[in-house]
């Protein structure tokens, strides 16, 4: 029983910056990948960025250099900081986690997403 609630998303102006936050709760023992997917109207959801344990990160060559995702094992959150925001970044974020619960088994988890809007 885990839940992810994203939370952060808004209207930007290009050039903007914006921090998403997702929150995990429920019985987790130890999350192995989470990570950022968005989805624009009419596509695919695609990979943003993930981030592992031991803080390996992977980034979408589209947000290289823009985007940063980190984590707080704490709190059981991860963040995606966006930077330099261009409108073609609008889109639906979800929070994805790969994870272990206290009793035992893995689960993919994902959350309901975050809308980004960025106007030019």
């Known amino acids: 029983q885990v839940q992810l609630v994203e939370s952060g998303g808004g209207l930007v102006q290009a050039g903007g910056s914006l921090r998403l936050s997702c929150a995990a709760s429920?019985?987790?023992?130890?999350?192995?990948?989470m990570g950022w997917y968005r989805q624009a109207p009419g596509k695919q959801r695609d990979l943003v960025a993930t981030?592992?344990?031991?803080?390996?990160?992977n980034y979408a060559d589209s947000v290289k250099g823009r985007f940063t995702i980190s984590r707080d094992n704490a709190k059981n959150t991860v963040y995606l900081q966006m930077t330099s925001l261009k409108p073609v970044d609008t889109a639906v974020y979800y929070c994805?986690?790969?994870?272990?619960?206290?009793?035992?088994?893995?689960?993919?988890?994902w959350g309901q997403g975050t809308l980004v809007t960025v106007s030019s």
């Open positions: 429920g019985s987790i023992f130890r999350f192995n990948v």
């Open positions: 981030i592992t344990t031991g803080s390996s990160t």
């Open positions: 994805f986690a790969d994870l272990t619960v206290v009793t035992g088994p893995d689960l993919e988890v």
